[in-house]
C-alpha cells in the first residue's frame, strides 16, 4: 500500500486544524449510530418472524390434507401420505367453533380440535407447551367412532293406520251448542299454592353432572389454553361444558345436529406464548369431537409433520401428485399463514430500508469531512503530484482514510449493535399479548445479517468517499499552489 495508507492515516489525525478531527470523530459515531441501530432493528423484526413461525408451527401442522363433505376414507389416504419421504407423522382432526361455559363464566368462539392422542405428538409440539398436568386420560378407555346416524325414510314421521287399513282416523272435536257465561274461575279459600319466581328445576330432577366427582372422573379429558383457562377459572380436574351451533353446516361437515351440550374434564394447560392460540384452541380425543355431528367416523383433515419446514411446498405437491384428485385439497403453513408472514416481511424489509438511510445520512458526513481534508491538503497534494505522485495514488489515499472511517464506524456500530441485541435478550422488554400476539420483544442474533449490514456500511462509505477522491486525484499542481 506504501505511502498512500500512511498519509490517510496521517491526515485523519491532523493537529493544526482541531475541527477536522473532530469531523472524522463525528463522521465515525454517525457510521456506529446507523450501523448499530440497522443490526438491532434486524435482529429484533428477524425475531418476531421467528417467534411468529415458533408459536404457529407450535399448536398447527406443516402441512394439511383437506377434503369438502364427509371425508371417510381418511385412514386410506394417511397410509399413501405416510410413505411419502419427509413426513415425519400424520394424524387426523376435527375442528369446529363452540361455545365453552363453567358455572356463569363463557367463552365463545372457540375453536374445538379433536385430535388421535397417539398420533397427535408425533405432529403438534402441543407437549411442549403443557405448563400444568398431561395428556394422559384424553381418550377414555373403550372409546370408539360415533355411530352414524339416519333420518327417517323420507325424513318425515310415519303415519299409523287402523287395523284393517283404510285412512288413519282422525279426531274429531265438538262443538259446543251454547256458550256458558263468563265467572270467576278462582276456588273458594284462593289457590294455596304458589308458583317459583324461577324456572330452574330442583337438583333432583335436573342434576348437575359437574358437582358430582364420580361422573367428573368418567368425562372425557381436554386441554385448553393458559388464558382461557383464566378467563373461565378453570384449573386441573375442573369441570366445562362444551355446546355446539343450533344451527348451520360445520366445517367439511354435511350433517348438522341441534344443538349439543357435553361436559368435559380439564387434563391439562398449555401456554404456547400466542394469546391467539391460548384464548381459542381447545383440544380433545378425536371420538368425542366426531360425536357433536351426524358424519359418523369422518374427519375435517389430516394434518402433518415434515423434516424440513422449507420443503413444505414441495411435499405437498407430491400429495397432489399421489392423490391424483380434485375433491382433496392441500396446503402448506406459508398458504396458511400467508398474510401474516407477508406483512412481517415487508415490515422487515421496510424497517431495514429506513433505517439504511441513517448510513447514507452518515455517509454524507464522512463525505463533507473528506472534502474539508481535501483542501486543507491541497498545497501537500500539489507538491506530492510536482514531485512525481500518481493520480491513482492520491486517490488511494482519501479512499483509504474512507475506508478506515467506514472500518471503524462498522466495527464499533456492530458491536454496540450486538450489545444492545444482548440487552434487549436479557431484559425481555414486555408487550400487550392482546396487541402484539407475543408476551416480550424476541431478539434473534444471525451472523448473516451482521455481515450484511457491514458490507452495506462499508460501501455506502467507500463510495461515499469517490467524489472527494477523485477531485484530490485530478488536482493540478499550478491549482494547489496559487496563492489564495
Known amino acids: 500500500m506504501g505511502y498512500p495508507l500512511s498519509l490517510a492515516v496521517r491526515y485523519m489525525g491532523a493537529k493544526k486544524r482541531a475541527f477536522v478531527s473532530v469531523g472524522t470523530a463525528f463522521a465515525m459515531l454517525g457510521v456506529t449510530l446507523g450501523v448499530a441501530s440497522l443490526a438491532i432493528v434486524m435482529s429484533v423484526t428477524g425475531g418476531f418472524k421467528a417467534q411468529f413461525r415458533e408459536k404457529v408451527l407450535g399448536v398447527n401442522s406443516h402441512v394439511l390434507v383437506m377434503k369438502g363433505g364427509d371425508f371417510r376414507e ?17 394424524d387426523p382432526f376435527v375442528i369446529n367453533q363452540m361455545m365453552m361455559t363453567r358455572g356463569d363464566r363463557n367463552a365463545t368462539g372457540v375453536l374445538l380440535k379433536g385430535v388421535d392422542p397417539a398420533l397427535m405428538p408425533k405432529v403438534l409440539d402441543l407437549p411442549k407447551h403443557i405448563v400444568a398436568g398431561s395428556l394422559q386420560g384424553m381418550r377414555r378407555q373403550g372409546a370408539a367412532p360415533p355411530e352414524r346416524r339416519s333420518p327417517p325414510q323420507g325424513g318425515k314421521p310415519a303415519r299409523t293406520t287402523p287395523e284393517g287399513g283404510g285412512e288413519p282416523a282422525r279426531p274429531t272435536i265438538e262443538e259446543p251448542t251454547e256458550l256458558l257465561p263468563a265467572r270467576d274461575l278462582t276456588p273458594d279459600g284462593g289457590y294455596k299454592s304458589k308458583l317459583p319466581d324461577t324456572d330452574v328445576l330442583p337438583e333432583e330432577f335436573d342434576p348437575d353432572p359437574c358437582k358430582s366427582p364420580e361422573q367428573i372422573a368418567r368425562m372425557p379429558g381436554m386441554v385448553i389454553g393458559k388464558s382461557l383457562s383464566k378467563q373461565l377459572a378453570a384449573g386441573i380436574g375442573e369441570c366445562v361444558t362444551i355446546t355446539s351451533p343450533a344451527v348451520g353446516i360445520a366445517l367439511g361437515m354435511s350433517s348438522p345436529r341441534p344443538a349439543m351440550a357435553k361436559q368435559f374434564r380439564v387434563i391439562a394447560i398449555f401456554d404456547a406464548g400466542f394469546e391467539q392460540y391460548d384464548a381459542k384452541f381447545v ?8 360425536a357433536f355431528y351426524d358424519n ?46 407477508t406483512a412481517l416481511l415487508i415490515q422487515q424489509i421496510g424497517m431495514s430500508i429506513v433505517l439504511g438511510l441513517i448510513i447514507v445520512v452518515a455517509a454524507f458526513t464522512v463525505i463533507a469531512t473528506i472534502i474539508m481534508v481535501v483542501l486543507d491538503k491541497k498545497k501537500e497534494i500539489a507538491l506530492l503530484k510536482a514531485i512525481g505522485a500518481r493520480d491513482d495514488a492520491i486517490l488511494r489515499v482519501f479512499l483509504y482514510q474512507g475506508a478506515i472511517i467506514g472500518l471503524v464506524g462498522t466495527t464499533l456500530g456492530l458491536i454496540l449493535g450486538y450489545a444492545g441485541c444482548r440487552a434487549l435478550d436479557a431484559y425481555q422488554f414486555p408487550l400487550d399479548p392482546k396487541v402484539y400476539f407475543i408476551s416480550r420483544i424476541p431478539v434473534l442474533i444471525r451472523p448473516n445479517e451482521f455481515i450484511i449490514t457491514g458490507v452495506f456500511a462499508m460501501v455506502i462509505c467507500v463510495v461515499s468517499t469517490l467524489f472527494p477522491a477523485l477531485y484530490a486525484a485530478h488536482l493540478r499542481p499550478a491549482d494547489g499552489l496559487r496563492a489564495e
Open 296 to 341: 359418523g367416523d369422518s374427519v375435517n383433515g389430516l394434518e402433518m409433520k415434515v423434516d424440513d419446514i422449507e420443503r413444505a411446498s414441495e411435499i405437498c405437491k407430491e400429495i397432489d401428485k399421489l392423490l391424483a384428485n380434485s375433491v382433496y385439497r392441500t396446503m402448506d403453513w406459508m398458504d396458511l399463514n400467508h398474510g401474516l408472514f
Open 283 to 290: 383440544y380433545t380425543d378425536l371420538f368425542e369431537a366426531q
Open 74 to 90: 381418511y385412514r386410506d389416504v394417511m397410509a399413501k401420505v405416510e410413505r411419502i419421504p419427509g413426513v415425519i407423522g400424520v
